[in-house]
Structure formats: C-alpha cells, structure tokens
C-alpha cells in the first residue's frame, strides 16, 4: 500500500518552533512527528510513502534519507511555491496511480487503524473516503460537513457565520481529520498548480456527483498538533503516558523485555463462554445471547485484551452461531450484540459461521474448520503460526490446532466432564488457565523465551 504524507506546511502557528525547523520535524519523546506518522503506516503494511516538501526541506531529507532505516521507500518532491493539499499530489502521479491509497496531513498523531480504514473504504466503493470526528459546539470551525445515515457526505460548510453554524449544528458538528482513502481516479480531477482538497476538490466532487464517504475516528487517538497549544497537549499526553501508541510498542518491548514481536499476530478469541456469559436455559441447555441486554460480559476480560493489545495483537473473535440457523438468534441482534462487543471490550473483527449441517448442509466457516481464520488472515494479513488461539471447547481448541497457530488455551476451570471428552477424542489444549489475564502472562512469558 501507498501514501502521501503532507510535509510542505510553514508551520507559522508554532513558531519560535518552527524557525529553524519544518512543522513536521517538531519532535515530542525525542522523535519528529512524521516519524509517528511513517511508524503508523509501517505498522499496517504501507511501504511506499510521498512526502511533498517545502519549507527547509533538507531538515526532513537528512533526517529520513531513502527510509530505510524504517522499512520503507520514501519518495520527496520540492515546491518552490506550495502546491496545497491536493495540488500536493500531482508530483506523485506515476507513483499513486494504480491503487488506493492514503493521504495524510503531516500535522498530526494518531493510532487509526489504517487498514480498517482501507477496508471500509473499498467496501464503500466511493472516490475518496475522508476520517471524521464529532466535535462539540464551540465557536464556528473554518469548515464542517453533513453526511446521510450510510455516512455518505452531503454538504460541505466553508467558512459559516455564528449563526448558520449554531442553526445547523446543535450537539457537535462533523470535522474533517485531514486523513483520507483516494482511488486513483481522484489524480482527474486535481488541476495543475495550487489547489486544496477542502475548498476546490470535495465541493466539486460533490456537484458532478461523485462519491465522498466518512470514516468515524471517534474512537482512536487524534490529534493535531499545528498550534504551540495543541503541540503542548499532545506532547505532555504521550509523555505522561495517558495515551500510548501501540506502533511504538514493538521497539519498546523489542529492547525493554526481550519480547518475541511478530507483526499482525493475533489472539484468536471464541465467543461464548470466554467474553460473554453462556444463558442457560431452563432445561439446562447452553445457549448464545440472542439479544443485547443477555450479554454479560465475563470478569477481567476487559483487563486481559488490554494485556493482549499492549503485547501487540490483534484482538480476532471466531465463533459459530448456529442459533441463526435455527432461528433462535437473529442476524440482525446478533450484528447489533457483535457490535456491542467489538466497542465495548475494542475488538478487532469478530467472525460468525451461522450455519449448521442438519440445517443449511456443510459450510467451511463452523469450527473445527477454519474458513473463518483463514478469512481474517487475508483481511488483517494475520500471521497465524505466531498467534494463539484461546476456547472453553474442544472444538476450539481443534480449530487451532487445525489452523496451525503456535499454542492453544482452553479457558475456564477443568471440568471433569470436558477432561473426560478430551482424552477421549484425543485433543488437548497446550494450556489450560482460568481467565484471559492468566493467558496473557502466559503468552507474555513465551515470548520471553
Ligand atoms: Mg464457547
């Protein structure tokens, strides 16, 4: 994958700051900040980055150099006269013209996951799909947007006056986050010279009837750092450790614990049982929740994927859900309560198999098969012989070592029941532990080794 980070800014509001130095080589922890942005898409597999450059160029070229050192290819152009956000772009024509790719203002930090955001915006099929964050009410912004329910934009705000912004916007308003997926077909539509996405290029977009979508980022960690105030409060939040960036993670462990880092490993979660509670039915028969309010989510699972995350996984549920082919949940609940799960305890995906063979005949998604791994190993490039697959049934268990990951857990306490059904069909678990947080110390000291 390719991006383009937008290097070429003055950085006028952060002087002294940027008197000697270009807004995007201000350091915070003693790194520049395009290094965190170069990190970030290091991290979700994007190894060819454009950086346009304006003002003291040489600072950035010195500093980077071919971006070896980072495990990327870097690509500089020089504008005598800058060229705008968009204009920005048509030196790297050749380079961006065969697939999607990112655009990236070089004024911010930020841990988007980069590649769902890709994901999304394929499965949305637009021109552009541009990151979006609720705002509360404050004085009017320089600009603000509306979108539809499918997050389709609708309407583009330049400039409004006190009152048009307070009539069209009462809890928040919708503010572009400078970070954006183009198909290539966008290289049409950016005339030669000076031209910026928000003025010239959204609003035309949106009058020949092209496609512009929003991806929410309200949930991820933003923020710009294009004003000495913004700059202080992003610098004093990392540094405090109030928010730590998960792609700086491997080079801490790397040299503080020795830790074994695998990119895009991945704890592979079952569903029932090992997040959420089981419902047990009057007759004693184990069901899913098939609705929201039955979902109870088990204790210190919270706790034991906060472990995973700062171990660098990939949080991934498998689970089958046979109560759609019975008719006992329904796939709409059953989005919304997966929905739930995946905000609330900050899940990567969660993959159903719906079927069951007396109903809907064989499928390759039910565990034992592993239809539903190999899935999330293609969306999320998962490395699956260094991930881990945790269960509270054999059949969990199977689908792991089915898969071929590097260590099973079963979860729960040994039931005499189940320790009799494993001997008998032959499938042990590598580990057994009572809770995630017991797993992720032993995962922990695996990696040690
Ligand atoms: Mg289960």
């Given at each position: ?27 915070i ?80 930090i ?111 960690y933003?923020r ?8 202080e409060l992003c610098k004093n939040e990392l540094e405090s450790k109030q928010f730590s960036l ?204």
């Amino acid at each position: 994958m390719k991006a383009i980070i937008l290097a070429a800014g003055r950085g006028e509001r952060l002087r002294p700051l940027t008197d000697t130095l270009p807004k995007p080589m201000i350091p915070i922890m003693k790194k520049p900040v395009l290094e965190y942005l170069i990190l970030l898409c290091k991290n979700h597999g994007i190894n060819e980055i454009a950086i346009n450059t304006s003002y003291l160029p040489d600072k950035i070229k010195q500093y980077f150099g071919t971006g070896e050192k980072w495990g990327v290819k870097l690509y500089f152009s020089y504008e005598p006269e800058m060229l705008g956000t968009s204009g920005a772009l048509n030196n790297f024509k050749d380079l961006l013209k065969d697939d999607d790719f990112f655009v990236i203002y070089g004024d911010s930090i930020t841990d988007i996951d980069l590649t769902k955001f890709m994901k999304y915006h394929k499965s949305k099929g637009g021109i552009i799909t541009t990151a979006l964050r609720k705002k509360p009410i404050s004085k009017p912004p320089a600009s603000f947007l509306f979108t539809n329910s499918d997050l389709q934009v609708t309407k583009f705000v330049e400039k409004p006056s006190d009152e048009l912004f307070h009539e069209l916007c009462k809890e928040f308003y919708l503010s572009n986050s400078g970070l954006y997926v183009c198909s290539p077909k966008i290289l049409n539509y950016i005339p030669k010279g000076f031209s910026d996405f928000a003025k010239d290029i959204f609003p035309h977009l949106l009058t020949i009837g092209e496609r512009i979508y929003a991806f929410m980022i309200d949930e991820y960690y933003f923020r710009e750092i294009g004003k000495i105030e913004k700059y202080e409060l992003c610098k004093n939040e990392l540094e405090s450790k109030q928010f730590s960036l998960p792609y700086l993670k491997p080079e801490i462990t790397k040299k503080q614990e020795n830790f074994d880092f695998h990119e895009n490993k991945a704890i592979f979660l079952d569903r029932d049982g090992v997040i959420n509670e089981n419902i047990y039915k009057v007759d004693g028969k184990i069901m899913s929740p098939a609705t929201i309010n039955q979902v109870k989510i088990i204790d210190n699972v919270k706790e034991g994927i906060q472990k995973f995350k700062e171990m660098g996984f990939r949080i991934i549920v498998i689970t089958n859900q046979p109560g759609v082919a019975f008719g006992y949940v329904n796939e709409n609940k059953l989005k919304e309560i997966n929905e739930f799960l995946k905000k609330e305890l900050k899940i990567d995906e969660i993959y159903c198999c719906p079927h069951h063979p007396r109903l809907t005949g064989e499928c390759d998604c039910r565990k034992p098969k592993i239809g539903l791994i190999e899935k999330a190993k293609k969306d999320f490039k998962i490395d699956v012989k260094n991930s881990y697959f945790v269960g509270d049934s054999l059949s969990d268990i199977q689908t792991g070592q089915n898969a071929h990951v590097k260590k099973t857990f079963r979860i729960g306490i040994p039931r005499l029941d189940i320790l009799e059904l494993q001997h008998k069909a032959g499938i042990f678990p590598d580990f057994t532990s009572p809770n995630l947080i017991e797993v992720a110390e032993e995962i922990r000291k695996l990696g040690k080794k």
